[in-house]
């Protein structure tokens, strides 16, 4: 079963930026997409960003477009997350999915979640 590693979460004032990285034990096979949602205690896990493994669609939340940036590598095994202009908003623990598809509006996680890495932006 594909593990995911998670790593580049932590403390940042607004305005700053920060990069996650999230690196799967092997590669996908007929998975569409690979990417992020976060979550915020007491509410539930929403969808932050993602790309496709052909490497022809990027996808964005409304909240994170212009200022987040999603990539992966040339070998299809790391999805990254850049991060700028950061907002206290934006606090929360972001975890990584290995296979997300978008479906009515919604961006389904079909895949496995990573531990999660936590993201503070101090206003």
């Known amino acids: 079963q594909v593990q995911l590693e998670e790593s580049g979460g932590g403390s940042v004032q607004a305005g700053g930026s920060l990069r996650l990285s999230c690196a799967r034990s092997e590669r996908a096979l007929n998975n569409h997409a690979m990417g992020w949602f976060r979550q915020t205690p007491g509410k539930e896990r929403e969808f932050v960003a993602a790309?496709?493994?052909?490497?022809?669609?990027?996808y964005y939340a409304d909240s994170v477009k212009g200022r987040f940036s999603v990539s992966m590598d040339n070998a299809k095994v790391t999805v990254y997350l850049q991060m700028n202009a950061l907002k206290p908003e934006d606090t929360a623990v972001y975890y990584c999915?290995?296979?997300?598809?978008?479906?009515?509006?919604?961006?389904?996680?079909?895949?496995?979640w990573g531990q999660g890495t936590q993201v503070t932006v101090d206003s």
């Open positions: 999915n290995s296979d997300i598809y978008p479906w009515e509006g919604r961006y389904l996680a079909l895949g496995i």
């Open positions: 790309t496709t493994f052909k490497g022809n669609k990027e």
